[in-house]
């Protein structure tokens, strides 16, 4: 979003007046909050308040629905978001097209913490230098992102991912591989086929979007299929499995990279390799209702190109 200007504080009414407005009136629906709102613009929350007062004035209709924990936008609210989105759209374009200017403001990611650090940071310098004008908040996490809400441009996920109304663009698709530690392996075995399964046990690793164990999956004469194991412990945070097969309480399975440097030191054991699981898909979730901003659209390409050049 472009920074509002000082007009609210001037009290003019100009038409640069009329267009923060519109922009504030799309971060208090998005956020769902005015505090929230103000807060990333920066503006003080009466500001803000007054200022999508003197909106809903002149447009002559309740745009938004107030009570002590949310704001949502009234049916009127909604038509006129849609509005608003389209009439910035066209402006932002506008003056894109009229102006060689370099991506710039605040861009906010979210990503995996150990996928960042993998394979963002170490090439996060050469992005910086060639987009000066562009900051970065990188946030880290597994768990779900209601990215318009929240205020995130875009998110990196691994895995099949549910319809959510995103725009979803694939990065690359993971190598996945099973493994267990050496001193699992000496007390249960080394399986070399599904039967040979039967009296292991797996490390439970929950799935933030069912609240289930996910299977481990095997590809058997070029077919999936799915195991569950008895796991006395289950994990919904993907360090903490990852740790958990670390210290021999079962069998996991995760994406190479995450487990490459156990392996290379033997803390870690590969088994089942005839029997791989399905790769897992890399994405870039961002929102569809909006015009895609430049510096988002650079990131993408960049990203892209990272992960076109990993070794997965």
């Known amino acids: 979003m472009a920074e509002l200007t000082s007009l ?10 009329r267009l923060d407005r519109l922009q504030l009136f799309v971060r208090v629906v998005e956020r769902r909050s005015f505090t929230a709102a103000a807060a990333d613009v920066g503006l003080a929350r009466s500001t803000a308040t007054e200022a999508i007062k003197r909106l809903e004035a002149a447009v002559g209709a309740r745009l938004l629905e107030r009570t002590t924990r949310h ?10 978001y849609r509005r608003c989105l389209s009439i910035l759209s066209e402006v932002e374009e506008a003056e894109n097209a009229f102006r060689d200017a370099a991506p710039r403001g605040l861009l906010r990611i979210d990503a995996n913490v150990l996928l960042t650090r993998t394979f963002l940071l170490p090439r996060l310098p050469e992005f910086l230098d060639r987009y000066p004008l562009i900051d970065l908040h990188l946030g880290q996490g597994d768990r779900l992102v209601d990215l318009v809400r929240e205020g995130v ?5 691994a895995g099949e991912l549910a319809d959510s109304g995103m725009i979803v663009r694939r990065l690359a698709v993971l190598e996945e591989v099973t493994c267990a530690s050496p001193a699992y392996l000496g007390r249960h075995g080394v399986p070399a086929s599904l039967d040979e399964l039967a009296g292991h046990r797996m490390i439970g690793f929950v799935s933030s979007r069912t609240g289930d164990v996910i299977p481990l ?10 195991i569950v194991l008895p796991s006395r412990v289950t994990a919904n945070h993907s360090d903490t499995a990852h740790d958990l097969a670390r210290m021999g309480l079962g069998l996991i399975q995760a994406p190479r990279y995450r487990l490459q440097a156990d392996l290379d030191s033997g803390a870690l054991v590969a088994v089942m390799q005839q029997f791989p699981p399905t790769p897992t898909p890399l994405s870039a979730l961002y929102p569809q209702n909006r015009q895609l901003a430049p510096r988002l659209r650079v990131f993408l390409a960049w990203v892209a190109a990272v992960f076109a050049e990993a070794d997965l």
Request: with cysteine; glycine share 12%; aromatic share 8%.
């Open 153 to 157: 441009d875009c998110a990196i996920r």
């Open 217 to 226: 999956e095997f590809t058997v004469d070029g077919r999936p299929r799915e």
């Open 71 to 80: 704001v949502t936008p009234t049916l009127d609210g909604q038509a006129f």
């Open 8 to 17: 609210f504080a001037c009290g003019e009414h100009g038409a640069m007046d």
